[in-house]
């Protein structure tokens, strides 16, 4: 599976981005995926999943009730709407892909580029 992250871009405080993953490959709905993010001088954290059917979801504490995850199997497709940006969201942002529903671990099969995120105060 190979993935490829856009949508970010700099913000307002407040503001909102949706970042967009697309994926190739023939087996996109068999795998779970996330988004994870890593600021500087920071490990790399999830920050949501979604498994396979997107009936399931997993948001980090710091960003739930703010952002969603959702996917699309027919456009092989994933995304993160990110709403009520603050500044300690900034930071790369990644998203993965495993055959595995791994919504507690950074050990995912398939890497995307970051995009970076930017939020201003």
């Known amino acids: 599976v190979q993935l490829q992250a856009s949508g970010g871009g700099l913000v307002q405080a407040g503001g909102s981005l949706r970042l967009s993953c697309a994926a190739s490959g023939r087996t996109f709905s068999g795998y779970a995926m996330g988004w994870f993010r890593q600021a500087p001088g920071k490990e790399r954290d999830v920050v949501a999943a979604?498994?396979?059917?997107?009936?399931?979801?997993y948001y980090s504490k710091s960003i739930e009730g703010r952002f969603t995850i959702s996917r699309d199997n027919a456009k092989k497709m994933v995304y993160l709407k990110m709403n009520s940006l603050k500044p300690e969201d900034t930071a790369v942002y990644y998203c993965a892909a495993d055959k595995i529903y791994r919504y507690d671990s950074s050990q995912w099969d398939y890497w995307g580029q970051g995009t970076q995120v930017t939020v201003s105060s």
């Open positions: 979604i498994n396979w059917s997107g009936g399931t979801t």
